[in-house]
């Protein structure tokens, strides 16, 4: 299976070390993580990990609600002000015992897959937005 992620996108999400991940709780409440995220190549899934993700309250969000929307973006510069960005909304799910995106992290993750992605100044050949399903 590919990714929805096109090359840039790939490319900058690869390089970017820290994202945004915003969940839903069993009540309707909204919460927004920082986390990182790591592109799983062989699925175009997207892997949160962390050092105690399965006691964390986003892990247990998702376990109720998989429904999420995961943002990278970053301030290229400041004048001109010159913005990038990444966000993929998508299914999630809350899966234990599984090889953790790093070494040192926890043995849980979050597994996004991709059903929206918007993109906006990652690819220098067409720095607009792209949006799209997958």
């Excluded at 919460?31 to 309250?57: C, H, T, W, Y």
């Amino acid at each position: 299976m590919t990714t929805p992620l096109n090359e840039a996108e790939r490319k900058y999400l690869k390089s970017q070390p820290l994202a945004r991940l915003a969940t839903v709780d069993a009540s309707g409440a909204p919460q927004n993580s920082p986390v990182g995220a790591f592109l799983d190549e062989g699925s175009g899934d997207i892997l949160i990990g962390g050092f105690a993700m399965g006691a964390s309250r986003k892990f247990r969000n998702v376990r109720t609600n998989g429904h999420v929307a995961l943002v990278v973006d970053d301030l290229v510069s400041s004048d001109p002000w010159t913005v990038r960005g990444l966000e993929i909304r998508g299914t999630a799910q809350a899966q234990e015992d599984v090889d953790p995106p790093m070494p040192s992290m926890s043995r849980e993750v979050i597994r996004i897959t991709p059903t929206w992605v918007s993109s906006w100044g990652v690819d220098p050949e067409n720095p607009d937005r792209q949006t799209r399903r997958s």
